[in-house]
């Protein structure tokens, strides 16, 4: 069973997983930077939270090919993709 935004509008982003609502998110600040973002739950967060209006990153290590799919699926959203080790402090000054 995958993960997924189960209700997103412009105000929040709801993520669930199974049926259950895992988290809910509002808008306020507009910005959310997805760790993991090509598959399961970052991708749910990322596509869920670009339709509610955030500007999302998106990083991840490896499989670029994943994310830059995520980013153009969620046509008319901000997303930008980053490759990138956030658990590099080299790799996060340098991927900005």
């Not at 959310?32 to 973002?37: M, N, Q, R, W």
Request: hydrophobic share 40%; net charge neutral; proline share 2%.
């Amino acid at each position: 069973m995958p993960w997924e935004a189960v209700g997103s509008n412009r105000e929040q982003c709801t993520v669930g997983y199974a049926g259950y609502q895992i988290l809910t998110m509002t808008n306020h600040d507009k910005v959310a930077i997805v760790t993991g973002g090509g598959r399961g739950l970052g991708r749910a967060m990322a596509l869920g939270l670009a339709r509610a209006g955030f500007r999302v990153a998106i990083s991840a290590v490896r499989r670029r090919d994943e994310i830059e799919a995520v980013a153009r699926e969620a046509t008319g959203s901000q997303i930008e993709p980053i490759m990138a080790d956030v658990s590099s402090a080299t790799d996060c000054v340098s991927s900005h």
